[in-house]
């Protein structure tokens, strides 16, 4: 079936000629008709002023290809700052020579420049002429080019981009223009940008009711015009229809949208007159109801269920935040392969092309709009843990500007029926970093113990936290009324003082399950969940065994840039997934808690009581460890090694080299995982759960070669990428899981190497020159294809020092 996530993926990698919303293809901004600007560009990192000026000469300039992140490129080093990732930030600026032919300006036509995102505090120019600035680098951004355009003549886009307080944000955000751009022509009376919405009134399985409100950029004096609006099904028939700003249509027979079966229509309006249509304006639309209850949780399309949250930051590793679609679209669907069903876009707004993912493979989203209010919090702007924290960020803008963020936010991203709740902000509320309350002394409300120093009456008062975020979620609500309103509490003890949990519908718990129970019974309307949790088991098992708690968002889904730790340290490790999208131990583990199909998995690690440290290490250490067991069988003749399998199944056997393991499995109860204490001896690890799912593991050789394999799906993907995997095998073809080999890679034809990511946080190496280590014996390489137009194919090699080569040869056109 063709569903309508194919056409929104597509529309990510035209580089050339208008997309004409007659053909069905969406403009990202809901009007006109769009042609990607992404190719064309010239960067320089550097502050030079002079560069607004058109005749300035801009021909020594590097060649880029947006989305372009100038962070990722750059040197680490342990003097920048450890919330950055170790990547500094710096001043760009970006240059586009523009050729506009009279026809596209005719008949009060206009062109106006859209970009998805630039980080950040950026300012647009075209011919000398400042069109704008914008500081957040999250927002998407529209400017009107018309009134400074010369037709026939070359017109130039100039763009500075200032990311010289680098250390803004906790987490690496990536520099430059770092999402698409888009050149979009409209008629002079067009849709507004974002102004088709759509709200579901009612869904039977015999009916569906769909209002749909559009709006018209419309000069005064020429409001004669007629909108028809329709919904298309997945194969394009019209199922319904209607007229006018705002009508209410019927779907008979509907088809939901859900997670199991993430069905999507479409929305297309028609700006119709005189009887011809000069603008159209089309949306995704999925038929789907939401509802919060505070004593059964979340319901979607009537259904209660527990929502199996991850967080996640925009980068990818080596690619920084300019991450094309087929990797986003890769990740997400192996979270969603270890039982993940909803991600919370932390702690800012995402590249649309990730809510359009998440729209067609069915997965719910939390958005997000900022981790800072009107104050900043610490972050090292030097190293890690040394010295005084500083206070670069956001907050200098705020006052400004986040009125607009959160409306553009809203307005951009609803009509993604992926989309459940908007939060407002993330842990604005930390206790005395900077407001204060006299709660943190203790002693009332059920809590006993001094926070952060206790009541600091000379710092703000936490009562204004209360105050901004009734204005920020009534700016939610006036753009749209049909999802909840959230906010992750890191403080909720103080912020319970406060009027931050009631401006909000639905309140999120960072790591406080203890209050799940008491805060219940305390305020009995409260609709809570988890936004923000550890990945152990008793973090779960306070959702799963409380009806009322709907669900939690684990921090975090994918292993991300920044929030080091020291040096070298270029990120976390919290995530399920490695910085190269490899599923982790850890994200086994997950799996067998929240997957529905059969999981089995095994890991193992030396038995701590068979060396020094004895048995209380090896309790003190036991939850840890065995949630973070590789799947590895190389160890010495006879020595004691704990096998764990990670399965969803009642109990498992286990063999080695086809012989049972006489014993029982003990079972953890503080973490639900199985383990066997055996001697080790070579040969094949092999556990069948009572699930009748299995996993093995063979002893490996030295490394002997390496084994590349492209990504089918990515072979004939929208985007100009190729994600090929890079491994090295023993003799017989098996992984060999502690090998760290240097590889590099050249491509032959139409292609170039954007990086090799092997993900592992501690390298600090640079992995866009083509070489990089391997990490647990493999890598991915990621190839920019088309190229040279010239060029249909192109040949990737992969080389390493007494290791046999790999090739793989990938089409380019």
């Given at each position: 079936?063709?569903?309508?996530?194919?056409?929104?993926l597509?529309?990510?990698?035209?580089?050339?000629g208008?997309?004409?919303a007659?053909?069905?293809?969406?403009?990202?901004t809901?009007?006109g008709?769009?042609?990607?600007?992404?190719?064309g560009?010239?960067?320089?990192l550097?502050?030079?002023?002079?560069?607004?000026?058109?005749?300035?000469?801009d021909?020594?300039?590097?060649?880029?290809?947006?989305?372009?992140?100038?962070?990722?490129?750059?040197?680490?080093?342990?003097?920048?700052?450890?919330?950055?990732?170790y990547l500094?930030?710096?001043?760009?600026?970006?240059r586009?020579?523009?050729?506009?032919?009279?026809?596209?300006?005719?008949?009060g036509?206009?062109?106006?420049?859209y970009?998805?995102?630039v980080?950040?505090?950026s300012?647009v120019?075209?011919n000398?002429?400042?069109?704008?600035?914008?500081?957040?680098g999250?927002?998407?951004?529209?400017?009107d080019?018309?009134p400074?355009?010369?037709?026939?003549e070359?017109?130039?886009?100039?763009?500075?981009?200032?990311?010289?307080?680098?250390n803004?944000?906790?987490w690496?955000?990536?520099?430059?223009?770092?999402?698409?751009?888009?050149?979009?022509?409209?008629p002079?009376?067009?849709?507004?940008?974002?102004g088709t919405?759509?709200?579901v009134k009612?869904?039977?399985?015999?009916?569906?009711?769909?209002?749909?409100?559009t709006?018209?950029?419309?000069?005064?004096?020429?409001?004669?015009?007629?909108?028809?609006?329709?919904?298309?099904?997945?194969?394009?028939?019209?199922?319904?229809?209607?007229?006018?700003l705002?009508?209410?249509?019927?779907?008979?027979?509907?088809?939901?949208?859900?997670?199991?079966?993430p069905?999507?229509?479409r929305?297309?309006?028609?700006l119709m007159?005189?009887g011809?249509?000069?603008?159209e304006?089309?949306?995704?639309?999925?038929?789907?109801?939401l509802?919060f209850?505070?004593?059964?949780?979340?319901?979607?399309?009537?259904?209660?269920m527990?929502?199996?949250?991850v967080?996640?930051?925009d980068?990818?590793?080596?690619?920084?935040?300019?991450?094309?679609?087929?990797?986003?679209?890769?990740?997400?669907q192996?979270?969603?392969?270890i039982?993940?069903?909803?991600?919370?876009?932390?702690h800012?707004?995402?590249?649309?092309?990730?809510?359009?993912?998440?729209?067609?493979?069915?997965?719910?989203?939390m958005?997000e709009?900022?981790?800072?209010?009107?104050?900043?919090?610490?972050?090292w702007l030097k190293?890690?843990n040394k010295?005084?924290?500083?206070?670069?960020?956001?907050f200098?803008?705020?006052?400004?500007?986040?009125?607009?963020?959160?409306?553009?936010?809203?307005?951009?991203?609803?009509?993604?029926?992926?989309?459940f709740?908007?939060?407002?902000?993330?842990?604005?509320d930390?206790?005395?970093?900077?407001?204060?309350?006299p709660?943190?002394?203790?002693?009332t409300?059920?809590?006993t113990?001094?926070?952060?120093?206790g009541?600091?009456?000379n710092?703000?008062?936490?009562?204004?936290?209360?105050?901004?975020?009734?204005?920020?979620?009534?700016?939610?609500?006036?753009?749209?009324?049909?999802?909840?309103?959230?906010?992750?509490?890191a403080?909720v003890?103080m912020?319970?003082?406060?009027?931050?949990?009631?401006?909000?519908?639905?309140?999120?718990?960072?790591?406080?399950?203890?209050?799940?129970?008491?805060?219940?019974?305390?305020?009995p309307?409260?609709v809570?969940?988890?936004?923000?949790?550890?990945?152990?088991?008793?973090a779960?098992?306070?959702?799963r065994?409380?009806?009322h708690?709907?669900?939690?968002?684990?921090?975090?889904?994918?292993?991300y840039?920044?929030?080091?730790?020291a040096?070298?340290?270029?990120?976390?490790?919290?995530?399920?997934?490695?910085?190269?999208?490899n599923?982790?131990p850890?994200?086994?583990?997950r799996?067998?808690?929240?997957?529905?199909?059969?999981?089995?998995?095994?890991?193992t690690?030396p038995?701590?009581?068979?060396?020094?440290?004895?048995?209380?290490?090896?309790?003190?250490?036991?939850q840890?460890?065995?949630?973070y067991?590789?799947?590895?069988?190389n160890?010495?003749?006879?020595?004691?090694?704990r096998?764990v399998?990670?399965?969803?199944?009642?109990?498992a056997?286990l063999?080695l080299?086809?012989t049972?393991?006489?014993?029982?499995?003990?079972?953890?109860?503080?973490?639900e995982?199985?383990?066997?204490?055996?001697?080790y001896a070579p040969g094949?690890?092999?556990?069948?759960?009572s699930n009748?799912?299995?996993a093995?593991?063979?002893?490996?050789?030295?490394?002997?070669?390496l084994?590349a394999?492209?990504?089918?799906?990515?072979?004939s993907?929208p985007?100009?990428?190729?994600?090929v995997?890079?491994?090295?095998?023993?003799?017989?073809?098996n992984?060999?899981?502690?090998?760290?080999?240097?590889?590099?890679?050249?491509?032959e034809g139409?292609?170039?190497?954007?990086?090799?990511e092997n993900?592992?946080?501690?390298?600090?190496?640079?992995?866009t020159?083509s070489?990089?280590?391997?990490h647990?014996?493999?890598?991915?390489?990621?190839?920019?294809k088309?190229?040279?137009?010239?060029?249909?194919?192109?040949?990737?090699?992969?080389?390493?020092?007494?290791?046999?080569?790999?090739?793989?040869e990938?089409?380019?056109?």
């Amino acid at each position: 079936m063709k569903h309508f996530r194919v056409i929104a993926l597509l529309l990510l990698s035209l580089g050339c000629g208008y997309v004409a919303a007659q053909a069905g293809i969406p403009s990202p901004t809901s009007f006109g008709e769009a042609r990607s600007l992404n190719d064309g560009w010239r960067f320089l990192l550097a502050d030079d002023s002079a560069a607004i000026a058109p005749t300035y000469d801009d021909s020594q300039w590097q060649r880029v290809q947006l989305p372009h992140d100038w962070g990722v490129t750059q040197p680490m080093s342990p003097d920048c700052g450890s919330c950055q990732g170790y990547l500094p930030g710096g001043m760009g600026w970006y240059r586009r020579h523009l050729q506009v032919g009279a026809d596209e300006l005719s008949d009060g036509r206009r062109l106006y420049i859209y970009f998805e995102g630039v980080y950040n505090r950026s300012t647009v120019y075209v011919n000398g002429h400042r069109l704008g600035y914008r500081p957040s680098g999250f927002a998407s951004i529209l400017y009107d080019l018309t009134p400074h355009l010369r037709p026939g003549e070359d017109n130039v886009l100039a763009v500075s981009v200032d990311h010289t307080r680098q250390n803004d944000s906790r987490w690496y955000t990536g520099s430059g223009i770092n999402r698409p751009v888009w050149l979009v022509s409209a008629p002079k009376t067009h849709f507004t940008l974002w102004g088709t919405t759509w709200n579901v009134k009612s869904l039977t399985d015999k009916k569906a009711v769909v209002e749909i409100t559009t709006a018209l950029d419309v000069p005064a004096q020429e409001a004669a015009s007629t909108v028809v609006v329709e919904i298309l099904d997945a194969e394009g028939k019209v199922v319904a229809s209607g007229k006018g700003l705002t009508c209410r249509l019927t779907v008979n027979k509907p088809h939901a949208w859900s997670l199991k079966d993430p069905y999507l229509y479409r929305i297309r309006a028609r700006l119709m007159e005189r009887g011809a249509k000069v603008d159209e304006s089309v949306v995704p639309l999925g038929l789907r109801t939401l509802q919060f209850s505070p004593d059964k949780g979340f319901a979607l399309n009537g259904e209660w269920m527990k929502v199996k949250g991850v967080c996640l930051h925009d980068d990818a590793g080596v690619l920084g935040t300019a991450v094309p679609a087929d990797v986003w679209k890769t990740r997400l669907q192996t979270l969603k392969q270890i039982g993940v069903n909803a991600i919370r876009m932390s702690h800012n707004p995402h590249a649309p092309v990730v809510y359009s993912l998440c729209d067609s493979l069915g997965l719910l989203v939390m958005d997000e709009a900022s981790d800072e209010w009107e104050f900043p919090k610490r972050k090292w702007l030097k190293g890690w843990n040394k010295g005084t924290p500083g206070f670069e960020g956001t907050f200098d803008y705020f006052e400004e500007w986040i009125d607009r963020d959160v409306a553009d936010m809203v307005r951009r991203d609803r009509c993604h029926p992926s989309i459940f709740l908007w939060s407002i902000g993330n842990e604005v509320d930390y206790p005395n970093d900077p407001y204060s309350h006299p709660i943190l002394n203790g002693g009332t409300g059920g809590f006993t113990q001094p926070m952060y120093g206790g009541y600091k009456p000379n710092q703000p008062n936490a009562e204004r936290i209360g105050k901004i975020a009734q204005r920020l979620s009534r700016i939610v609500r006036e753009n749209d009324a049909s999802r909840a309103v959230t906010g992750a509490l890191a403080g909720v003890v103080m912020s319970n003082e406060t009027a931050y949990p009631e401006a909000v519908d639905v309140v999120g718990y960072n790591y406080t399950e203890s209050r799940y129970g008491e805060d219940h019974q305390r305020y009995p309307g409260r609709v809570i969940y988890g936004s923000e949790n550890r990945h152990d088991l008793p973090a779960w098992r306070a959702v799963r065994e409380n009806e009322h708690i709907f669900g939690q968002f684990l921090w975090t889904g994918i292993d991300y840039l920044g929030e080091s730790g020291a040096w070298p340290a270029r990120g976390s490790e919290a995530g399920l997934l490695d910085l190269a999208g490899n599923i982790k131990p850890l994200g086994h583990y997950r799996a067998a808690l929240w997957a529905e199909q059969p999981v089995c998995y095994i890991g193992t690690y030396p038995n701590a009581t068979s060396r020094r440290g004895g048995r209380r290490q090896n309790r003190q250490n036991r939850q840890w460890v065995s949630s973070y067991a590789p799947a590895v069988w190389n160890y010495e003749d006879g020595q004691s090694i704990r096998v764990v399998c990670y399965t969803n199944a009642p109990t498992a056997k286990l063999y080695l080299n086809d012989t049972p393991i006489a014993a029982e499995p003990t079972r953890d109860e503080n973490t639900e995982i199985l383990y066997w204490d055996i001697d080790y001896a070579p040969g094949t690890l092999r556990c069948v759960a009572s699930n009748d799912a299995t996993a093995s593991i063979a002893t490996c050789g030295r490394p002997y070669a390496l084994r590349a394999t492209a990504d089918k799906a990515s072979l004939s993907g929208p985007d100009d990428i190729v994600q090929v995997a890079v491994e090295v095998v023993d003799e017989e073809g098996n992984l060999v899981a502690l090998a760290d080999n240097e590889i590099t890679c050249y491509a032959e034809g139409g292609a170039r190497v954007l990086g090799l990511e092997n993900g592992d946080i501690r390298d600090t190496s640079d992995k866009t020159d083509s070489r990089c280590r391997l990490h647990g014996g493999r890598l991915v390489a990621y190839i920019a294809k088309g190229m040279r137009s010239e060029q249909t194919s192109a040949r990737l090699h992969f080389i390493s020092p007494l290791l046999k080569s790999a090739e793989v040869e990938i089409e380019t056109r």
